[in-house]
């Protein structure tokens, strides 16, 4: 049965939603503006279960970091340091490949892989760290480097993002995350990340990636000092290259997290503001599979109740998080994986083990297996 909505201007857009047809602009941003959650999510939720039904996928996988020192110096982050600061660390490679396989007991589907902008560590030197991963841990699946990380190594080994792609897909590289596009717009990258590559030269790299085969996901940095009208310009950019390649497999909205960073004085977000996010991605990005309510940014509560309000995805066990951790995030650094499907299950969705492409995965003890 459809309910009244309290707000009526949401009407033209649930007659739109309920015919299929994409939202515009304007749409948009009357969607940010609603104060009836409630409307806004009763729409995101139809889309939701008509892409999937009642399934919330989830993986198991490790976050590796292999290095905190950046040349950036980006205002929203906590994470980067400069590599005199006695508090930044790189890994060397027999570090990496050894942190792969520590500290978790069920056996992980995939290596999430990102780092600073370091200035010394060489694209070689990369390629032998994905080789090394493929050899020790032939079965996981490498979903590394952010399109950011793609246009530094490019600028420093002098080779187009294509060459570099190429080099590092013949490596290992299986597919890569959606991290480090912020806000695409340039008011708001200026300020917050300016020595970052621009939102257009994100895109490109993005476009060269899925024209090489591999897939990627996206995300867009939220709560800081964007507008809603640069919400919406960020999510239709998405959805206009996904149009063109269909390699985005799966957006996540990342609530900034003020902590540490030079941005401190800025509130976070609030739990409306989150669920808020997730419903109107999922009304906006007709054309991605997948929204992930990542539990370490948003808490495994909130990220709960967004599986009925638009998200079909947890995001994974993580082993260890750094990113939004040194940015104050208060969250576990890890959940097992009975933890996530008993939140899944307690939101009356099913809980669905994929991989990183997902294709579901079967279990026996700590052996998996991909079904094709
Ligand atoms: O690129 C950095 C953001 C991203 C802060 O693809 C911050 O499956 C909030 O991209 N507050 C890294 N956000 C995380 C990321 C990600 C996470 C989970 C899954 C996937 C995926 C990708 O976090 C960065 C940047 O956009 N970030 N600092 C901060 N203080």
């Not at 309290?6 to 007659?15: F, N």
């Not at 520590?102 to 992980?108: I, N």
Request: charged share 25%; glycine share 6%; net charge negative.
């Amino acid at each position: 049965m459809t309910p009244v909505f309290q707000d009526s201007r949401l009407e033209p857009i649930r007659q739109k939603v309920e015919a299929g047809k994409r939202l515009d602009y304007a749409d948009g941003v009357a969607l940010y503006r609603s104060p009836d959650l409630l409307g806004v999510g009763w729409m995101a939720n139809l889309v939701r279960e008509r892409l999937h039904g009642d399934h919330t996928y989830f993986n198991v996988n490790r976050h590796l970091n292999p290095t905190d020192v950046c040349v950036a110096s980006c205002k929203l982050c906590a994470f980067g340091k400069r590599a005199r600061d006695p508090k930044a660390y790189t890994m060397s490679l027999e570090e990496v490949w050894e942190k792969a396989g520590h500290g978790y007991s069920e056996a992980v589907t995939e290596f999430h892989i990102v780092g600073g902008l370091h200035p010394e560590l060489t694209l070689d030197w990369y390629c032998q760290m994905l080789r090394g991963l493929k050899e020790r841990y032939p079965q996981v699946h490498l979903k590394a480097f952010t399109m950011v990380e793609i246009g530094y190594f490019a600028t420093r080994s002098k080779l187009t993002h294509r060459e570099v792609l190429i080099r590092l897909r013949d490596a290992g590289m299986d597919s890569m995350p959606g991290g480090g596009a912020e806000i695409f717009h340039e008011r708001v990258r200026r300020i917050i990340c300016d020595h970052k590559i621009t939102g257009d030269q994100w895109l490109e790299v993005a476009r060269t990636a899925h024209e090489l085969g591999l897939h990627s996901n996206c995300t867009m940095l939220y709560g800081h000092i964007e507008t809603e009208e640069d919400r919406v310009d960020h999510l239709v950019k998405l959805r206009r290259l996904q149009d063109d390649t269909q390699g985005f497999q799966t957006f996540i909205p990342l609530a900034f997290h003020p902590d540490n960073t030079d941005l401190h004085h800025i509130p976070s977000t609030t739990g409306f503001d989150d669920i808020r996010e997730i419903a109107v991605s999922r009304l906006m990005l007709d054309n991605i599979p997948h929204i992930k309510a990542y539990w370490v940014m948003m808490t495994p509560k909130i990220a709960q109740i967004a599986q009925r309000f638009g998200s079909d995805d947890i995001d994974g066990t993580l082993v260890e998080e750094r990113i939004y951790h040194d940015a104050g995030a208060t969250t576990s650094q890890n959940l097992r994986r009975g933890d996530l499907m008993r939140l899944i299950r307690e939101a009356g969705r099913e809980p669905v083990e994929r991989d990183t492409l997902y294709r579901p995965v079967e279990r026996t003890e700590n052996v998996f297996t991909v079904l094709v």
